[in-house]
């Protein structure tokens, strides 16, 4: 109780009183992706990214026909004058993973900056057809395995000339999106040998807390990744949205209030 009220409090203290500057970087003549890009936080980068006018915006999102209705939204709204693609991603399928990530590499000369935002909530178990629980193999694992498949794209673009002469010095980012509600997680599974195997039993464990241990062990596993040597002169970093509008909550029971306010308040998506 005591730490949840300390978290209560630090986290409203952050969200009423930090203040961002707003990016205006030049991006003329790089190249950005984002996963999850059709809704919520990941289509809000989108669209800012697409005013800082880069040379190449890839949309990977699960639904290809909501992805083009995304880039249509894109357009609308920057004039963004690059060239905007739309490339399918099932994070809850790892071909589909290698699939995105063999065309990335194939393809793209350059990457500047790799956001891996999508991800899941759900108060429901369910399996994925590589057999793992959903929630687990979207938010943490396939977050990890397309993270470590672009480390050689990323780090290539560090021994590019920059894009422009005019172009910042500005090393290439892989981000995947976090939460602090890692610190309103339980985590009871930690304490056997074989961590993944009792997430991955429903009788082993906590469905109500598995979005909040699934953002724990995307920490981890950014942490390992920024160790990597595939990683070095890459910017390897996870970042809390902090409260915002998000549909994270698109897949629990509640109703429409709850979902945009409640569920926002306790997830911190």
């Known amino acids: 109780m005591g730490q949840t009220l300390s978290f209560t409090l630090k986290f409203f203290g952050d969200q009423l009183f930090a203040k961002l500057p707003e990016t205006h970087a030049d991006l003329t003549g790089r190249?950005?992706?984002?996963?999850?890009?059709?809704?919520?936080?990941?289509?809000g980068l989108a669209i800012h990214l697409a005013r800082l006018q880069p040379a190449q915006l890839i949309l990977a999102v699960r639904d290809l026909k909501m992805g083009e209705a995304a880039k249509e939204s894109?357009?609308?709204?920057?004039r963004f004058k690059g060239s905007l693609e739309v490339w399918e991603l099932d994070m809850a399928d790892f071909a589909s993973v290698m699939r995105f990530a063999e065309r990335a590499n194939r393809t793209l000369k350059r990457l500047d900056g790799a956001?891996?935002?999508?991800?899941?909530s759900s108060y429901k178990w369910g399996m994925t057809p590589d057999g793992w629980e959903r929630i687990l193999q979207i938010n943490a694992l396939s977050t990890g395995l397309l993270a470590v498949l672009l480390l050689p794209l990323l780090q290539a673009t560090t021994r590019l000339p920059p894009p422009h002469p005019d172009a910042s010095k500005t090393p290439p980012?892989?981000?995947?999106?976090?939460?602090?509600?890692?610190?309103?997680?339980?985590?009871?599974?930690?304490?056997?040998?074989?961590?993944?195997?009792?997430?991955?039993?429903e009788s082993k464990s906590d469905i109500m807390?598995?979005?909040?241990?699934?953002?724990?062990?995307?920490?981890?596993?950014?942490?390992?990744?920024?160790?990597?040597?595939?990683?070095?002169?890459?910017?390897?970093?996870?970042?809390?949205?902090?409260?915002?509008?998000?549909?994270?909550?698109?897949?629990?029971?509640?109703?429409?209030?709850?979902?945009?306010?409640?569920?926002?308040?306790?997830?911190?998506?």
């Open 31 to 43: 190249t950005f992706l984002v996963t999850g890009s059709n809704t919520g936080i990941g289509l």
């Open 74 to 78: 894109i357009l609308r709204e920057t």
């Open 115 to 120: 956001n891996l935002n999508a991800g899941m």
């Open 173 to 201: 980012h892989l981000t995947i999106t976090g939460s602090a509600s890692i610190f309103l997680a339980k985590f009871a599974e930690r304490s056997g040998t074989q961590i993944l195997k009792t997430l991955n039993d």
């Open 209 to 269: 807390d598995r979005y909040f241990t699934s953002k724990i062990l995307s920490l981890f596993i950014t942490r390992e990744i920024a160790n990597l040597s595939q990683a070095e002169g890459v910017v390897v970093n996870i970042v809390d949205p902090g409260l915002c509008s998000s549909e994270i909550g698109r897949d629990l029971e509640f109703s429409a209030f709850s979902k945009s306010t409640c569920f926002a308040v306790f997830s911190l998506a």
